[in-house]
């Protein structure tokens, strides 16, 4: 059985939008200033402060300031634990589609 933390219920909710992954993509690069982070999007100051919120609280981020200016890092731990919790549900579709073949296989040879 794989192993369930509610933690992954705030790293999937900061994955389920384009913005906030964008946002990671962008951070995969290296450290980026809130102002970087928000240029590529036409959305207001708040709203971008609201997504750099919701990833903090997934963990997937990490902020740091320097004078006025705040700069934000990658954590990518959580993502290895979302995507270690996904492949168990992928082992176990392609045990389900290993199994269909096998039918379908023998359903031929009959």
């Known amino acids: 059985m794989v192993n ?9 909710l900061a994955l389920a939008n384009p913005v906030r992954r964008g946002i990671l993509a962008r951070l995969a690069q290296g450290w980026a200033t809130v102002g970087e982070l928000a240029e590529p999007f036409s959305i207001s100051a708040p709203a971008i402060t609201k997504h750099l919120r919701i990833l903090e609280r997934a963990g997937l981020i990490t902020r740091a300031k320097r004078g006025r200016q705040h700069y934000l890092h990658l954590v990518a731990d959580p993502i290895q634990d979302a995507a270690e919790w996904l492949s168990f549900y992928e082992r176990f579709w392609n045990q389900r589609f290993e199994s269909l073949a096998e039918f379908l296989s023998e359903e031929d040879e009959a």
Do not use: G
Not at 4 to 12: C, E, I, K, R, T
């Open 4 to 12: 369930y933390s509610p933690a992954l219920d705030d790293v999937f």
